[in-house]
């Protein structure tokens, strides 16, 4: 038996949000936990003990953001600088995160036409996840296959509900996807002097 993953929801418009609002109601509905991050934290106060508790508590952990500017949404990025920190998740003594698996559960507004070469976005989508991959590895985290609905704005209702019906599918499903068998996690140690004594 599992323990329930950690799923937090980074989206800095929630009300005029059209699929990642629904993917967290949706996750909610099966009976899932989200933390809604910009409404834990309108004021950017992170609370780091809190949120590294919710971390060691989990065996998966899922971001549900939509993509801004090619990454994540400031709150997302503030708690990644923040809860991720060195002598914790990463460097020596950082290991509380290793084993755990991270996985990226996102929406584009451009279509998948838009990314590729010759596209108004020029490179494939996957071009734009190694920070979060390298993220996962310095971490000890194993990243997943990343969920992405492209053209979030104008996916017929039936696409949305199909994307929602995976979503809530592949939550369900964890850790029995076939694919994590072939997933390798690279070993990446920073070592004790690459930060300067404080
Ligand atoms: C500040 C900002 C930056 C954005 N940057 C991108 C981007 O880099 N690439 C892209 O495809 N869409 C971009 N978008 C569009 C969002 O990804 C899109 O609105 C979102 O995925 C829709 O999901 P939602 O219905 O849950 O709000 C951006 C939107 C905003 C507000």
Known sequence: MSRP?????????????????EMAQAAQAAGFNVRDLYALYPDYLIDVPAEQSALAAADLVVWLHPIHWYGMPP????WLDEVFSFGWAYGPGGQALQGKHLWLATTTGGPESSYAPGGYNRHFFDAFLPPYEQTAALAGMQFLPPLVLHGAHRAPADAVQAHVDVWVQRLQTWPDWPELADIDTPLCEVPADARPQE
Do not use: D, G, Y
């Not at 993953?5 to 609002?21: C, D, G, V």
């Not at 709150?75 to 503030?78: H, I, S, Y």
């Open 5 to 21: 993953p950690l799923i937090l929801l980074a989206h800095p418009q929630r009300a005029h949000s059209r699929i990642n609002a």
């Open 75 to 78: 709150l997302m990025k503030l």
